[in-house]
Nanobody, 121 residues
């Protein structure tokens, strides 16, 4: 069993940066595929990006070049650094962990509770 806890959300201005954290407990994080999702007001949940056990990353086109995902295996934590934030980035951000797979759409077994990010213009 893996428990995930997100933190780092808040209210910022357009153009600002935020770093979200996803801390895992229960089992080591290093062998999992970890992804960030978000759900904006009135929108469906969408994939933001992910990082594999090999540290390779993948990003949605909407955030590519602005968001960076890294992991610290010693801290059992994955980070989402968000730069040049836009009002459209306003959402609840979730991290999720799943078994090894080359398919980012494969099921995720564990989810965090989410952290709110609000970007004002």
């Amino acid at each position: 069993q893996v428990q995930l806890v997100e933190s780092g959300g808040g209210s910022v201005q357009a153009g600002d940066s935020l770093r979200l954290s996803c801390a895992a407990s229960g089992r080591t994080f290093s062998s999992y595929r970890v992804a960030w999702f978000r759900q904006g007001p009135g929108k469906e949940r969408e994939f933001v990006g992910g990082i594999r056990w090999s540290d390779s990353t993948y990003y949605a086109d909407s955030v590519k070049g602005r968001f960076t995902i890294t992991r610290d295996n010693a801290m059992n934590t994955v980070y989402l650094l968000m730069n040049s934030l836009k009002p459209d980035d306003t959402a609840v951000y979730y991290c999720a962990a799943g078994a090894m797979s080359n398919n980012w759409g494969a099921p995720y077994d564990y989810w965090g509770q989410g952290t709110q990010v609000t970007v004002s213009s």
